[in-house]
Structure formats: structure tokens, C-alpha cells
T-cell receptor
Framework: DAKTTQPPSMDCAEGRAANLPCNHSTISGNEYVYWYRQIHSQGPQYIIHGLKNNETNEMASLIITEDRKSSTLILPHATLRDTAVYYCIASSNTGKLIFGQGTTLQVKP | ETGVTQTPRHLVMGMTNKKSLKCEQH?????MYWYKQSAKKPLELMFVYSLEERVENNSVPSRFSPECPNSSHLFLHLHTLQPEDSALYLC??????????????FGPGTRLTVL
């Protein structure tokens, strides 16, 4: 599975959009981009995933570049409860999720 | 609430004790996973079960012994642990598992402290 690179931390003002970047320059054609988040000492929570096209659900939007070498998770209106560690994972059909250090997002009032 | 429950939520044990962690999923999934998350470290995959058969064992010491009696239940039996085994142990489930890209749903975890 491809390695992903994320900034270690980011801040976002409450009510503003949070844009979390992820680089996955070695991603292969059959690897999906998954995003999970982990609120302090809880189990990770699935957010969204995609292969090529941009995706949107009730939690977030996922924008994948045309060359698939990077992506951005967008939380449209961040709240204090969105403060968490966000993980970007590139996963093929092995059923494995390889978690990195993720991005710690701090939403501030 | 993800449909995956874990008990106990907190456990303190001595190095000579034997204890078990339990995970139950109410999602009708066929695959279940154990992960370990030590302080300030990423999650590490320990075991994967698909249709009650172990399909992955990531070089985990034998003092950790998994058991999957059916597709809804997963146990992690612990014996003669070391203090460095103190961690958050997370269970997850997915529809297929093993060789699929489907989404995993995590339980709240068991916080284990080994004295």
C-alpha cells in the first residue's frame, strides 16, 4: 500500500472550512484513498473514501487530484467537536489499513 | 455508536494475570480485526479474521491469543503480559475483509494497563 504524507497539525476557526491535505504520490491504480478520524482516546471513525472522482457525504468532501497524487479532505463548517486526529490512508484490496501519524486538527472558537 | 462494542472499556492487570478482551459487532459483517495503539504511536494491525478464519497475524507475540468463535464475536486472550503491552486495544469489523477495500468500523477500545 502506498505511503501517505500529512502535515502533523493544523488549526481552523470554528464555522470555517477545514481543508486537510494528503500526499500519496506513489499511489497505484487500484488503491483507494480513505479518511478516518480519531477523537481523543476513542476508536477511529470512518469519514469518506474515493478512488478517482470527488466524493461528498454528510460529514465531508474528498477532492482527489486528476493525477491521484494528492487529495484534500474538506470539513465545510468545522465545529469544536471536529477537533481530532485525521488519518489519510491509501489502501488496495488487501483489507489492511496502515495508519500513519495523521494530522491533528484543532478547531478554535 | 458504530455497532461495534468492546468490553471491558478499562482493564488493569498484573504481569501474571490472564484476562480476555471481548468485541462484538452488530452489523452483520464477515471480517473482524484487532489493532493496538500505544501512546503517541499509530495504530498497529495485530490480527484479521475473515469468516472466522485467521487471515493475518502481524508477528504478534504469543502472549496475545485471538479467538473468533463466530462472525459476530472476537476475543483477545492475554497472559503474562509486559508493561510495554499497555495500550488502547481496538476492535474493528468490515463487510468482507481479508482481500477487500471495504470500510472498517471501530469499537471504542479497551484501555489496558499492565502493572
Amino acid at each position: 500500500d502506498a505511503k501517505t504524507t500529512q502535515p502533523p497539525s493544523m488549526d481552523c476557526a470554528e464555522g470555517r472550512a477545514a481543508n486537510l491535505p494528503c500526499n500519496h504520490s506513489t499511489i497505484s491504480g487500484n488503491e483507494y484513498v480513505y479518511w478516518y478520524r480519531q477523537i481523543h482516546s476513542q476508536g477511529p471513525q470512518y469519514i469518506i473514501h474515493g478512488l478517482k472522482n470527488n466524493e461528498t457525504n454528510e460529514m465531508a468532501s474528498l477532492i482527489i487530484t486528476e493525477d491521484r497524487k494528492s487529495s484534500t479532505l474538506i470539513l465545510p463548517h468545522a465545529t469544536l467537536r471536529d477537533t481530532a486526529v485525521y488519518y489519510c490512508i491509501a489502501s488496495s484490496n488487501t483489507g489492511k489499513l496502515i495508519f500513519g501519524q495523521g494530522t491533528t486538527l484543532q478547531v478554535k472558537p | 455508536e458504530t455497532g461495534v462494542t468492546q468490553t471491558p472499556r478499562h482493564l488493569v492487570m498484573g504481569m501474571t494475570n490472564k484476562k480476555s478482551l471481548k468485541c462484538e459487532q452488530h452489523l452483520g459483517h464477515n471480517a473482524m480485526y484487532w489493532y493496538k495503539q500505544s501512546a503517541k504511536k499509530p495504530l498497529e494491525l495485530m490480527f484479521v479474521y475473515s469468516l472466522e478464519e485467521r487471515v493475518e497475524n502481524n508477528s504478534v507475540p504469543s502472549r496475545f491469543s485471538p479467538e473468533c468463535p463466530n462472525s459476530s464475536h472476537l476475543f483477545l486472550h492475554l497472559h503474562t503480559l509486559q508493561p510495554e503491552d499497555s495500550a488502547l486495544y481496538l476492535c474493528a469489523s468490515s463487510q468482507e475483509g481479508g482481500y477487500s477495500t471495504d470500510t472498517q468500523y471501530f469499537g471504542p477500545g479497551t484501555r489496558l494497563t499492565v502493572l
